[in-house]
T-cell receptor, first 113, second 124 residues
Framework: GNSVTQMEGPVTLSEEAFLTINCTYT??????LFWYVQYPGEGLQLLLK?????DKGSNKGFEATYRKETTSFHLEKGSVQVSDSAVYFC????????????FGGGTRVLVKP | GAVVSQHPSWVICKSGTSVKIECRSLDFQATTMFWYRQFPKQSLMLMAT?????????EQGVEKDKFLINHASLTLSTLTVTSAHPEDSSFYIC????????????????????FGPGTRLLVL
């Protein structure tokens, strides 16, 4: 079956530091890959998406590249801000997965001023 | 684009009562809606998938008679927690998906789920 593994948090950083959150997946077929962000007390917001191998999704300074050879979709941001403090979820889905999303466990990120 | 709302955002009820949560896609037609449950500091657990005009498909272990899902239109799905008990207290989140949706990222399309802000339920 499908599964997503992402690094456990919490990840604590100083403002302007580089952020990487590792995400690897197991899937049959060719799923789409997503990063969602959840701020305290809120639902999930789509951060970025990639639908095929070597696609790079990017938004708000975050980026992730769909690496089929390493089955990975690591999230990166070059300079984090306090407002980036949130929980980040890696997920796979799309039509190949019957449109259901399989989530990783989430990674809590805390950015200190 | 691709905005999903939920109502109410907070609800407190007595044990034994029923609670209805609404999920609406505001600017697109949602052919499929999903209901999730999230426990504190945990990931989302898919409860059921509903397609407009069809019966919902429940995940294994989810009681369909307890969690009634209705998806009567392309913009509205409801989750009713019947005879709620304290163990049903949780954060319930819906998501919606549909063809031809374009979000602020300029992407989307069928298979991308857009989430509501969630409903926190507390059963006393």
């Amino acid at each position: 079956g499908n599964s997503v593994t992402q690094m456990e948090g919490p990840v604590t950083l100083s403002e302007e530091a580089f952020l990487t959150i590792n995400c690897t997946y197991t899937a049959t077929g060719y799923p789409s890959l997503f990063w969602y962000v959840q701020y305290p007390g809120e639902g999930l917001q789509l951060l970025l998406k990639a639908t095929k191998a070597d696609d790079k999704g990017s938004n708000k300074g975050f980026e992730a590249t769909y690496r089929k050879e390493t089955t990975s979709f690591h999230l990166e941001k070059g300079s984090v801000q306090v407002s980036d403090s949130a929980v980040y979820f890696c997920a796979l889905g799309g039509q190949a997965a019957g449109n259901k999303l399989t989530f990783g466990g989430g990674t809590r990120v805390l950015v200190k001023p | 684009g691709a905005v999903v709302s939920q109502h109410p955002s907070w609800v407190i009820c007595k044990s034994g009562t029923s609670v209805k949560i609404e999920c609406r896609s505001l600017d697109f037609q949602a052919t499929t809606m999903f209901w999730y449950r999230q426990f504190p500091k945990q990931s989302l657990m898919l409860m059921a998938t509903s397609n407009e005009g069809s019966k919902a498909t429940y995940e294994q272990g989810v009681e369909k008679d307890k969690f009634l899902i209705n998806h009567a239109s392309l913009t509205l799905s409801t989750l009713t927690v019947t005879s709620a008990h304290p163990e049903d207290s949780s954060f319930y989140i819906c998501s919606a998906s549909g063809p031809g949706v374009t979000d602020l990222l300029g992407v989307g399309g069928f298979g991308t789920q857009y989430f509501g802000p969630g409903t926190r339920l507390l059963v006393l």
